[in-house]
């Protein structure tokens, strides 16, 4: 993660001029959770695709998406100078601890 960080730092600072504000970039990860959440709810939720508005490859669609995703947060993660492979791999260990039996336990993951 520590590489993607800084290829979209340098990708920023030599095509996107600067960081938009957090805020910013708060409203940009939401619409493209949201475009994920259309495509996600409409391919495995109830909800049907309008006529002609499906993507040709819906898994490309959703892949699309999470790399926006992924894009912005790896923005966020920088401009508010937050190494986000270290937060990862320390969430990952706080969430080991704590759900250790947790989910192994639980019937409703049968």
């Not at 499906?54 to 926006?68: G, H, K, S």
Request: some cysteine; aromatic content about 8%.
């Amino acid at each position: 993660m520590r590489q993607q960080q800084i290829e979209v730092r340098n990708w920023v600072q030599s095509i996107g001029k600067r960081y938009f504000d957090p805020l910013t970039n708060l409203g940009q990860l939401t619409e493209e959770v949201g475009e994920l959440a259309r495509i996600l709810i409409r391919e495995y939720g109830q909800q049907s695709w309008k006529k002609g508005s499906a993507p040709e490859n819906v898994r490309q669609a959703i892949a699309d998406e999470l790399a926006d995703i992924a894009f912005v947060v790896f923005c966020l993660s920088d401009q508010l100078d937050i190494d986000l492979e270290d937060a990862f791999k320390e969430k990952l260990r706080l969430k080991t601890d704590r759900d250790r039996e947790r989910h192994m336990s639980n019937k409703k993951l049968d």
